[in-house]
């Protein structure tokens, strides 16, 4: 990461750190917990990473960097990431959780495939005297530190962001709702508060729990809603992420709707910022995951070492098994035309060049992208 890009990151992990969050009781009691046997002196530390899936680019393209980085950059260079990523295979995490165990990693950062199936692999290692960080979704078990989005909000940025662009048209037909998938608690949140904003608003004509949030899942629900509405009653369509927008446009496309109607997501993938610069996507949720890469190695570093993260877990979240867990939850962006440039370009996520190929070069020149 260039000078630039860790001036960014710091510029928004302190916002996010001043960000006011519904907070009971006192972060530090958790935070000061020194009873892992895991514990090491110094800096020579090792921190298992678990990640949950490779066809969403965020995870090998910036977590995994950014994790490795802020290891490196909070042990003098002496720590040592050890990484596995799963695949979307529950049963495959569960056994790289064994293998983290086996080779005596003194923490353990995992963002989960499934939620509930990982429990039992985190007891595991709270057994093993391994403390536990979940990282972007909430994981059950006995974990200790949590880091994620503000998850209900993006649903809700999503939900604004579509009335904006449905307008007065936005009861004239149908809406579709894609969400993610059943076994990501996120995707719940996202859900829950897409609804907070959309319902009474608009018209749902067919909503989808997206199998492993797979673009070809969601392209087939697509073309099912289509078949089932028909084409020229459907005016929008929530979708929970890029990949699944980027699967339901080319239904519409396929079935010869035209002009697209305004259609969300979420993680600022380069084909999606190529599609709301083209404008065959609305908007996308950025989420500047540099602060939130940067708390879940400060959360390891700290729990690995035996210290406090009272000073970077400043809320508590429940989960369905463990009750008041340290937590820092990031803000997000609603990521439209309008603000590329003060987003994803601004923080070196990408370069203007990366964004407008050949293909999209007139329609960069057209917002001013160059």
């Given amino acids: ?9 710091v510029a928004v992990a302190a916002g996010a750190m001043a960000v006011s969050l519904a907070a009971c009781g006192s972060a530090k009691e958790s935070g000061d917990k020194k009873d892992s046997t895991a514990t090491v002196k110094g800096n020579a530390i090792k921190v298992g990473l678990l990640l949950p899936e490779n066809q969403t680019a965020r995870y090998e393209k910036f977590d995994k960097p950014l994790i490795e980085k802020a290891v490196a950059d909070l042990t003098a260079g002496k720590g040592e990431v050890v990484y596995a990523n799963a695949k979307q295979d529950a049963t495959t995490q569960n056994s790289q959780v064994d293998t983290m165990i086996t080779n005596k990693v003194n923490v353990l950062i995992i963002d989960a495939v499934d939620s509930k199936a990982i429990a039992g692999s985190v007891k595991k290692a709270k057994e093993a005297g391994i403390p536990v960080v979940a990282y972007d979704r909430l994981a059950e078990g006995p974990i200790d530190a949590y880091t994620s989005f503000d998850n209900e909000e993006v649903g809700k940025v999503q939900g604004k962001a579509l009335l904006e662009a ?3 048209k936005a009861k004239d037909g149908q809406i579709v709702m894609m969400n993610g998938s059943v076994t990501d608690p996120n995707a719940k949140l996202f859900k829950s508060g897409a609804h907070s904003v959309l319902d009474g608003k608009v018209n749902i004509g067919k ?5 492993e949030w797979k673009p070809e899942n969601a392209n087939t629900n697509m073309a099912a809603a289509l078949s089932a ?4 009653k459907v005016v929008g369509v929530y979708s929970a992420n890029d990949g699944m927008a980027g699967g339901i446009i080319t239904a519409l496309k396929a079935a010869g709707v035209s002009p697209l109607p305004p259609v969300t997501g979420q993680d600022a993938e380069l ?12 908007m996308s949720v950025y989420k500047p995951y540099a602060p939130e890469a940067e708390a879940a190695a400060k959360m390891a570093v700290a729990l690995a070492k035996g210290d406090s ?10 989960s369905p098994t463990t009750k008041q867990v340290p937590s820092l939850l990031i803000p997000v962006v609603s990521l439209t035309k309008a603000n590329v440039k003060d987003t994803v370009i601004r923080d070196n996520v990408y370069s203007a060049d990366e ?8 329609a960069c020149a057209a917002i001013g992208l160059k």
């Fill in 207 to 211: 909503e989808y729990d997206t199998v």
């Fill in 355 to 362: 964004i407008c190929t050949d293909k999209y070069a007139a």
């Fill in 166 to 168: 449905l307008g007065d």
């Fill in 1 to 9: 990461m260039n000078t630039q890009m860790r001036r960014a990151a």
């Fill in 229 to 232: 509405l028909g084409k020229d």
């Fill in 309 to 318: 993260i009272a000073t970077v877990a400043t809320a508590k979240v429940d």
């Fill in 271 to 282: 084909a999606g910022v190529q599609r709301i610069v083209a404008g065959e996507q609305f």
